[in-house]
């Protein structure tokens, strides 16, 4: 793994190996065309802000499967391009499973947490809110039935 993340090629092998680009993202021939929107947004970026001579940020947004397909997580991932030297880096993703949501504020790129593990963390919230109160619902009916019996 490349410790500097600087350009865009160096951003796609580190969304590579942090399980971004992985088959349950998109298959394989839906990928190529996220990954050519990425370029283009990244060209326009870089364009924009070597003309203002100022960073320029771009988002892109992707959406991964896990626990067999049942699991939808939706990732926007916040980029920035600096041109006073040339190099690109993540700032942001903000990741959702239903309603439970978790931002992240990178100080570098190489701390994007890997995709598994932020579905990991948002499931574990997630079954901690939807079981507790479907847990409660449950306990509130067999309350009601025992006191009509």
């Given at each position: 793994?490349?410790?500097?993340?600087?350009?865009?090629?160096?951003?796609?092998?580190?969304?590579?190996?942090?399980?971004?680009?992985a088959e349950?993202?998109?298959?394989?021939?839906?990928?190529?065309?996220?990954?050519?929107?990425?370029?283009?947004?990244?060209e326009?970026a870089?364009?924009?802000?070597t003309?203002?001579n100022?960073?320029?940020?771009?988002?892109?947004?992707t959406?991964?499967?896990?626990q067999?397909?049942?699991?939808?997580?939706?990732f926007?991932?916040?980029?920035?391009?600096?041109?006073?030297?040339?190099?690109?880096?993540?700032?942001?993703?903000?990741?959702?499973?239903?309603?439970?949501?978790k931002?992240?504020?990178l100080?570098?790129?190489?701390?994007?947490?890997?995709?598994?593990?932020?579905?990991?963390?948002?499931?574990?919230?997630?079954?901690?809110?939807?079981?507790?109160?479907?847990?409660?619902?449950?306990?509130?009916?067999?309350?009601?039935?025992?006191?009509?019996?």
């Open positions: 793994m490349s410790t500097s993340y600087k350009t865009l090629s160096d951003h796609e092998e580190l969304l590579s190996e942090k399980g971004y680009l349950n993202f998109k298959p394989t021939w839906k990928m190529s065309y996220w990954l050519n929107e990425m370029k283009e947004i990244f326009t870089r364009y924009n802000a003309g203002n100022k960073k320029e940020t771009f988002s892109l947004e959406m991964g499967k896990f067999f397909d049942l699991d939808h997580v939706f926007r991932i916040f980029f920035e391009y600096n041109p006073k030297n040339q190099s690109l880096r993540i700032k942001t993703v903000r990741a959702r499973l239903g309603t439970i949501k931002a992240y504020f100080k570098d790129s190489k701390d994007l947490p890997e995709a598994e593990k932020v579905h990991k963390l948002l499931s574990e919230k997630y079954n901690l809110k939807y079981k507790s109160t479907l847990f409660e619902k449950m306990e509130k009916n067999l309350n009601i039935n025992r006191r009509i019996i």
